[in-house]
């Protein structure tokens, strides 16, 4: 089994950055990738981001690319989701995930609420 526990949402104003962490723990040495997802209120949920465990290689959603950045802390088990310029659009709940296995993510946490305001 794999915790992942996120934090750093809040409301901030269009323009503006914040930085969201997802800290792993229980079998974090089966994780090969760990990624952030995000649903809008009606909307389906979406990749955002995602990180390969080993070697760091990254890859983003058309959205966010450019404006966002994910990265990781081996040794904290920790993953980060820096956003800068955040768009109303951007507003959603944001998930991380990890993945153990080969296909789907298969670990989630609980969501923390990003909202940005015009």
């Known amino acids: 089994q794999v915790q992942l526990v996120e934090s750093g949402g809040g409301l901030v104003q269009a323009g503006a950055s914040l930085r969201l962490s997802c800290a792993a723990s229980g079998r974090t040495f089966s994780i090969n990738r760990m990624g952030w997802f995000r649903q809008a209120p009606g909307k389906e949920r979406e990749f955002v981001a995602a990180?390969?465990?080993?070697?760091?290689?990254?890859y983003y959603a058309n959205s966010v690319k450019g404006r966002f950045t994910i990265s990781r802390e081996n040794g904290k088990n920790t993953v980060y989701l820096q956003m800068n310029s955040l768009k109303p659009e951007d507003t959603a709940v944001y998930y991380c995930a990890a993945r153990t296995g080969s296909h789907d993510f298969d670990y989630w946490g609980q969501g923390t609420q990003v909202t940005v305001s015009s």
């Open positions: 990180i390969f465990w080993s070697g760091g290689v990254t």
